[in-house]
Structures are given as C-alpha cells and as structure tokens.
C-alpha cells in the first residue's frame, strides 16, 4: 500500500510540543463539569504523543461533550447533532494521515447518532472517541437520556423516566468488528489519561466511555461512587493498565482481566456496582476500513486519464474507415 | 404525431406471409417498444436494439418501462417491464410520442400499454401467440379477446410463436426470447447482423462461448423467421457521426462524470432511481483510485461526503428525492461552514415514497431552497445525457471555487435513457487541485470574507498555522462560536453574495427558434428535447414559438427577464404538479404554480403561465404542442 503524499512529510528537526500548543479557548463548561477533566486528560495525551496540532483533528457532534474542539488548539470540527462518527469517517477516509478523534455525549451517540454507532464500530477506522457520558442532556437543560436511570426526574420525565438506562459498553461489544472498548470515571483522572493513551495508541476504533458528573442538573448522581472507592472495580492486566502503588492505596477493589477475552469482557461490561473502570476489550487484528478500501495506486492525472479512458473505451462507437477518410479530406 | 417526421407509419396493411424479396421502406423515425413480464429480458433486447442502431449511426433515445415490483405477477396489466426505444435518422433528443411498432410476450402487458395511452392508433404488434394453445382455457379465452378487440381496434396484430420456434434451439426459451426477438427487429429495421453478433459477444462477454454461440443463434433465428414470415420491412437511413461517439444512459453519465472530475470518493445508500448511477462507479471507480462507500443511512452519507471534502477531498453523494431530503440538515451543516459538496438528486416521483420508478421534477424547490434557515446553494440541471457528464465536472469545479453545495438535478428519465454523444476528451483541468497542506499566512483568518464576493479561502486539516474549530454554529471570521446580531449577518451577508458572485460569471441561455413571437416555452432539465421538438413542429405550423431551457436554476442568470419581454405570453413546461384552473375552486388567487414558474414568476414580475405533469411518464412533443396551440387560442398579452 502507498501511503499518500501528505504522510510523506518528512521532519527535519524533531518538535516537542508542550500543552499550550493544545490548548484553545477558556472552556465554558459550568465548573464542577467531568468535561473539564476529559480536556485536561486528552490535552495530556496530545503531549505525550508529541502530535501535531495540524495534522490532529477533533470531530464532535452537539451537545455540551461536542463544545471540546473549540477547546483544543488542533483542526476541529463541531458538527451537528449526531453526526460526528460520519464526518469523523469521511476525514479519515480521505485524509488517514490525520489523527481523528471523536468528541461525543450519551444523547449525542446513544440516541440521536446510534444508527452511526452502531455502524462505526463495524467499520473500525482508525479514530480515538470519547463518550461524555453524564447520563442527562445538558445543553437543552435536563431531558432524560438513553443511559438516564430507571426513575430519572427530568424535564421531559417530571415523575420519573420509565425506561432501562442503555448500556453503552454492552452494545459497543456486542457489534461485530469491535476492537477497543474501555471505561473510564472523571473522578479518577490518573487512570482516566492511561486508558486514552492506550485508546489512542490502539490502530482501530478505539471507544471510550467515560462517565462524567454533570453538577448542574445531576449533582448527587454519582456521589455513592465518590465516597465509597470500593464501589469502583479497577482492571488491570499486564496487557492493559497497570494500577500504581499511590492509586492502589485508595482503590482497593482491582480485578485482573485479560483484555482479548471477550466473554469476560462482555461480562464485566454489565456489572452496575461495582463500577469497571479500565480496558475491557481490545483486539489489534480487526482490520480499519480505511486500510481495506484505500486503493494501492497513487492518483496521479495519467493514471485517472488511463482509467478513465478505459471505461470509455468500452461505450464508444467509433466511426468509420469511410467517415474518417473523408474527414481527413 | 410523428406525422411530419415519420415517411410512412406501416398501419393499414394486411399480413400475409410471403417470401418475396420485400422492399424496405425508409423512414424518418419510428419507435418501438419490446414488453414482457419482468425477467423475460425485453429491457436487455431493447437495449441491444438501440445500442446496434447507435452503432449504425441513428440517433437514439431509450426510455425504461419499469414496474415498481422486483416481480410482479406474470401477466398482469400493471407488470409490464421492457423498453421503448426512439430511432431516427437524425440526432433524436427525447423519447417521442406513440409507439409505431410494439413486441409483447404476453396480452396483459401488450393491454397495459394500450390503457396507458402509449401505443399509435393502429401500430403494429408483434405478439407472442403461445397462449392461444395454453392449458388454461381461462388464458386462452382472455388472449383471443384481446387479439380480437385489437385488430377490430385497427392495430395490426401478427402472431409470433416466439416460444415454439425458441424450443427448437433452447431448452428454455423465457431465458432466450429476448435475442430471438432482437433478431427480428434487426430485420425489420435492416440493422447489421453482424452488429448483432458483436452486441452479443458484447453482453455476454464474461460467460463462456457456448452462452453467446447459442444466443446468435436466436438472434439469427429470429432475423430468418421475419425474413420468412413478415410482410414489412423499414429502413431508417443513417449517417454514421465523424467523431467517436459514446453511448450510454444518464446514471453512467453521471458516473463518468464523476471519475473525469477528479473526485475521489462518493457516499450513498441505495435508492431507487439513482442507485445505478453508484452500481457503475462501484465497478470501475477504484480503477481510478476511487471509492464508493455505501453508508449506513442517507445523513451519514452526506456527513461522510462532508468530511472527506472538509479534509480536503470535494466528495459527492448521490440519491434521489427521499434521501435528499434526509440529507437536508446535513447540506445545511456544509452551507453554514462552507464546505464544497456535490449532491446529485436524481428525480423520482414524490411525495414519500411516491412513484420511485418513474420521472418527475418534483425536487426543484427543496434543491432551491430545503434545509432550514437561508441555505443558498447552487442548482442545475442537465438536460441531455451529455449534460449528466460535463455538469458532474461543473459541479465540482464551482463546489471548489465557491465552497458551496452544488445540487445536480437529474431525473429518472435521464437516468435510464440511452443516447450517444460526441466521446469526451479527457483534459486534466476537470480534475481537482492536489490538497493544499502549505502554512497558513499569518494573521489569515479561516472566514476572511471577500468584502465584495463572498469568497473565503478555506483552510485544511494538514495546513501549519491554519487550525480552528468549524463550526455549524453562527460564527466569527476566526470561526469562532458568535451571536451577536452584527456578526450573524455578515455570514449571512458573505454566504448569500457567493450566488450572485458566480451568477455573475454567467451567460444568459440561448432562445431555441426566434428571439422573439408570440409564445415562449420555459423548462429545465429532461425535458429540454421534448420541448425543442414541440417548438420545431409548432414553427413548421407557422406558429412563432421559442423556448428557453435553464441550465443554471440557481443562481440563475441574467438576462430572462429581457428574453421573455420579447413574447406576447410566456409558459413554463415541466414534470411536476400545479394546479389546474378548470379545477372548480381553483382560480388566480389559490392557484399553485408548478416550481420553475413559481421561481421565474417571483424574479421576473412577468406573468408567466404553467402546464405541468406529474403522471410519472416523460413529457410527451405532441402534449406540449396541444397545449401550445390551446393557450394560444386564448392568448392575451402578458403584464
């Protein structure tokens, strides 16, 4: 396979960035907002991973997890609503030499966007996405969201939602082709920067979810988790996170899991208390759509010219010996 | 009503099998239909025929009979499947009116045809005469009543035993009719045999030779038993064009189009009619490096066309009226941040699911104007097979230029219609430039609107120095997140005066026949050569008729408003719904107009006139004429 001509950038001096190259305007999310610990966590990444702001791209749909983009100092791309995973593969489709990362909420992807979801994941191109899920919309002021729990007060549910919340996790699991799947809580952000660098450093769709606390309008819904650390289950695997000595003080309640084992993974994935936070699946071997569709031969004119020709070849009626002769007479 | 064309119309003789050498006659034109059930293979025949008589060097126009159901049941009126093909001696723009010559596999498909209007007063039928002896005495009776009501009708009917001659050659025969009736076609109209053959080879071409040897056997079968059995025989003088000429229908056209404008991907979801258009560029677009992504719906088709033209890679999608009307906030997205994209809208009978077989302009005004707020984008319509071609390479050419949405609006009359045109030569200046990755400027902002224009230059992912978040939100020129009201409308202000930048660089349109008289004929689009034909029969009248065909709808270009103030009356013509004012309540103040005169109406402050179809069938030259002359009569001058 040849790679297209803006891959071929060759560095002549090696560029460190620092975090500053990465950070856009002032967020405006309300303080308190998982948000803001997602932008801290990514931002991070960027660094570490040395990537160039021009060649890294944010893509998110709408919502309050969509404003990231304007946040980071990188291309973005706020779209609309539910969108983002289309326009995130258009880009890469056209531009893999891009690093394309998703920025999504659970009204965002889990409802209006499931249908993209759901085909995203099938066709594991090479992108890093993050579900804000803070189990509430946000931007449109306190509407129940697919993954609000059973007896949600809302706007939209004022006595109560009466709907099983969704299980992002178990649903991006069950779709044929998944490759990474993680979670990830605002509140731990130490593990919560290990699992998007292991996220963006995996060559597929990487989806992370991460629950995020919405002080606004659920300011009480994940104060269980914050107070009792053992209601948290962190995964650990000599292929997957390594939990440090300082974190394991606190988090006591750890579990190893052997993230090619989809079984357990689909297992771990439905348990509600305690809470998994980790890496419960990845599969290097599933192939990017991107690398199945992208043809081996470089576009130059002659060789559209030649294959355009080609097909022309095969409709034309051509004229006549006689009608030739007589043209050149 | 191919009267002034047409030398002789065959109608009126007896048949009476002979083996005399027959004369045959020359003709203008004529046009034949070959129908059957679905699957009997009449489309396949059909299409043979035109592309033989092409490659004799007559001109040809191929309509599609389509019913709505993959099978429909066999035998029935409703489920009649096949082709009708115009020939003609000259260059033939549109499909013409009645049907001179009609082959049928059946009675029911044959009745069908003559409900619908679509066969000529006394044509000839050549019909297959196995249900005479079927088993089913029920078959037998409806097949001798309706040979009986036809011939007393005046059509004449000849009996072809199409399944027992095909027996002697092939096993089963609803497999081989089709070349067996090709053959006989080629007789009557004199077609080269030996272009036969090739055509054959030509279809056949993947399969092994024992499939074509057997099918050029039917096809010489049936050419021996007209020769031996019918008493007619038509010659239709062609002139073999000079140029290389490439035939092919409207969906290839636009296909083609797509791999000579240099774009690199399309996104679509399957829909009828325009799914062959992508079933083409599946097969040969990776030739050129390109892909075609189905995607899971028609929004995300749109979002990914957007996003691969974001990144630098104008993209297209292609669909028809439902589907584009899912799309619609997504072209919103591309309006607000001004990112290029082809949309090819190729027509089909609305609303809802309407009609997805069959032809109609409905879409012109969710082109114009769908998606919410003020989302200007440009509109155009081919009106040849040609037209589908070079508009592909114009489209991507001005999405570039102006970041803007171009809307292609095609038809399903275009789509399936076959007809040759001059062999494009390649230039590489259709092709897209490379994507920019060089450094921004400094200070360059990625809106920096052209005070005068409009125009921004848009800055790509890759691109040192030019990184900002787009945004489909109301927004600065450093695409920054902006409400306030001055800011609003200065993208509002900027995006709009693109239209009119490009309007500018445009010429007004030609005016068919004089520059001025009494009647102008406006259309757009499929309709161009019936209405051109219906000025040219209306001339020969003495009638002084013209007509104007818009290629460019939005913007549109200058200089109509003067063309029409040349003519007593001005009439719009196309393939959609308006009301009728002999509709009891209907009068100047409820009346809907159809679209292109509710567009020209509203631009022009002339008093423009409408008569429309809807009827899921091409326009006819002969209706345009009757309702030239009927509002003729009426005249009045206009304003």
């Known amino acids: 396979m040849t790679m297209p001509a803006t891959q071929c950038l060759i560095r002549l001096h090696q560029e460190h ?13 309300c303080s308190g907002c ?75 992807c889990c409802s209006i966007g499931a249908a993209h979801w759901i085909h995203a994941i099938r066709y594991n191109m090479n992108m890093t996405v993050m579900l804000h899920d803070n189990h509430v919309y946000g931007l449109t002021k306190k509407q129940a969201s697919p993954t609000s729990p059973l007896g949600l ?13 969704l299980n992002p996790l178990s649903v991006t699991l069950g779709v044929q082709n998944v490759s990474f799947v993680a979670q990830a809580v605002d509140w731990v952000p130490e593990v919560m920067y290990d699992i998007m660098s292991a996220a963006f450093r995996h060559r597929g769709f990487s989806f992370v979810r991460i629950i995020q606390r919405c002080p606004e309008f659920l300011p009480k819904m994940f104060e269980p988790w914050l107070h009792d650390p053992q209601k948290t289950l962190l995964l650990s695997h000599k292929d997957g996170l390594q939990i440090s000595a300082g974190l394991s003080k606190t988090y006591r309640n750890q579990q190893e899991h052997d993230p090619s084992n989809i079984d357990r993974a689909r297992e771990i994935a439905s348990l509600e208390d305690p809470l998994p936070v980790g890496i419960l699946y990845r599969n290097p071997q599933v192939p990017c759509y991107e690398d199945l569709r992208h043809p081996a031969q470089m576009r130059t004119p002659e060789f559209i010219r030649a294959g355009f020709e080609a097909e022309l070849d095969k409709v034309t009626v051509w004229p006549d010996q006689d009608a030739q002769t007589q043209r050149a007479a | 009503m191919n009267d002034t064309l047409t030398a002789d119309s065959g109608v009126g003789r007896k048949t009476s099998p002979t083996r005399e050498t027959k004369k045959a006659v020359a003709l203008a034109e004529h046009i034949v239909e070959v129908i059957s059930d679905s ?86 039928i050549l019909l297959e005469s196995m249900w005479r002896e079927h088993r089913d005495p029920k078959i037998v009776a ?30 089963d025969p609803r497999r081989g009719k089709n070349m067996f009736v090709l053959g006989m076609l080629c007789n009557i109209y004199s077609l080269d045999l030996k272009l036969g053959h090739e055509q054959i080879g030509r279809i056949f071409g993947k399969k092994d030779e024992k499939v074509i040897k057997s099918n050029q056997q039917l096809l010489d079968a049936g050419w021996q038993w007209a020769e031996r ?54 097969d040969v677009f990776e030739r050129v490096g390109g892909i075609v992504h189905q995607a899971e719906d028609e929004i995300a088709a749109c979002a990914f066309a957007i996003g691969a033209s974001y990144a630098g890679k104008c993209a297209v999608t292609i669909s028809s009226g439902p589907g584009i009307s899912l799309k619609q906030e997504a072209i919103g997205l591309a309006v607000m941040a001004e990112i290029p994209l082809v949309v090819v809208n190729v027509q089909r009978g609305g609303p809802s699911t309407g009609q997805p077989t069959k032809v109609e302009q ?32 114009t489209a991507r050419k001005i999405a570039e230029t102006f970041n803007m949405v171009v809307v292609v609006l095609s038809d399903a009359s275009l789509a399936t219609a076959q007809q040759p045109f001059p062999r494009p030569r390649f230039s590489e200046d259709w092709l897209a430039p490379p994507v920019d990755q060089s450094p921004v400027p400094e200070g360059a902002k990625p809106y920096d609107w052209d005070p005068v224009t409009g125009l921004i230059r848009r800055f790509v992912p890759g691109q040192p120095g030019g990184m900002h978040t787009l945004t489909g939100l109301a927004h600065d020129r450093l ?26 660089t445009l010429k007004t349109p030609p005016v068919f026949g004089d520059p001025e008289g009494d009647m102008l004929v406006v259309g757009w689009g499929s309709t161009k050569g019936a209405i051109e034909e219906a000025v040219e029969r209306l001339r020969a009248e003495g009638r002084k008729v013209s007509s104007l065909h818009l290629q460019f709808i939005q913007p549109m270009p200058s200089g109509i408003r003067e063309i029409m103030q040349r003519f007593r009356q001005v009439i719009v013509v196309e393939a959609n719904w308006s009301d009728s004012l002999e509709d009891q309540i209907i009068d100047e103040s409820n009346r809907r107009y159809s679209a292109l005169a509710m567009i020209l109406r509203a631009r022009t402050l002339v008093d423009i006139d409408c008569w429309s179809e809807a009827r899921g069938q091409p326009i006819k030259p002969g209706a345009i004429c009757a309702v030239v002359r009927e509002r003729m009569k009426h005249g009045g001058t206009q304003q």
């Open chain 2, 362 to 393: 409905g879409d012109l005004l969710q082109a114009c104007f769908g998606s919410h707020g003020d989302a200007p984008k440009v509109v155009i319509a081919p009106s040849s097979i040609e037209d589908c071609f070079y508009s592909i390479i």
């Open chain 1, 17 to 29: 960035h620092s975090l500053e190259d990465y950070q856009g305007g002032v967020p405006r999310w």
């Open chain 1, 153 to 165: 007060k809302s706007n939209t549910t004022p006595r109560g939602s009466q709907l099983a919340a």
């Open chain 2, 142 to 171: 409806s097949y001798a009543k309706v040979v009986d009501a036809l011939a007393n009708d005046g059509y004449r009917v000849c009996e072809v035993p199409l399944e027992r001659e095909c027996l002697t050659l092939v096993s």
């Open chain 2, 479 to 504: 695409s920054h997140v902006a409400y306030d009201p001055a800011n609003n409308e200065e993208g509002l202000r900027h995006r709009s005066l693109k239209l009119a930048a490009l309007q500018k």
């Open chain 2, 229 to 282: 059995n019918l008493d007619f025989k038509y010659r239709i003088p062609a002139t073999r064009s000079a140029e290389p000429q490439i035939v092919v229908n409207g969906n290839t056209a636009i296909a083609l189009g797509v791999l000579a404008s240099g774009m690199e991907i399309c996104a679509m979801y399957p829909i009828t009619p325009a799914t062959s258009a992508s079933h083409f560029l599946s």
């Open chain 1, 34 to 108: 998982g948000d803001n610990a997602i932008l801290a966590a990514i931002q991070r990444v960027c660094r570490d991973e040395d990537l160039r702001p021009e060649k890294t791209m944010f893509v998110s749909g709408i919502g309050c997890s969509s404003r990231l983009p304007h946040y980071m100092k990188t291309y973005g791309f706020h779209g609309i609503h539910g969108r983002a995973f289309p326009v995130a593969e258009g880009i890469k489709m056209a531009r893999p030499d891009l690093h394309v990362f998703v920025n999504t909420g659970d009204g965002d």
């Open chain 2, 39 to 124: 699957g009997e293979g009449a489309q396949r025949c059909g299409q043979s025929l035109a592309a033989i008589a092409a490659r004799m060097g007559n001109g040809i126009w191929t309509t599609e009979i389509i019913p709505a159901e993959i099978q429909p049941p066999a035998r029935s009126v409703a489920g009649a499947s096949g082709i009708r093909i115009r020939m003609g001696s000259r260059r033939v723009t549109n499909g013409g009116d009645e049907t001179d010559v009609v082959v049928a596999f059946n009675e029911q498909v044959l009745l069908g045809r003559v409900q619908a209007g679509e066969l000529k007063q006394g044509c000839t």
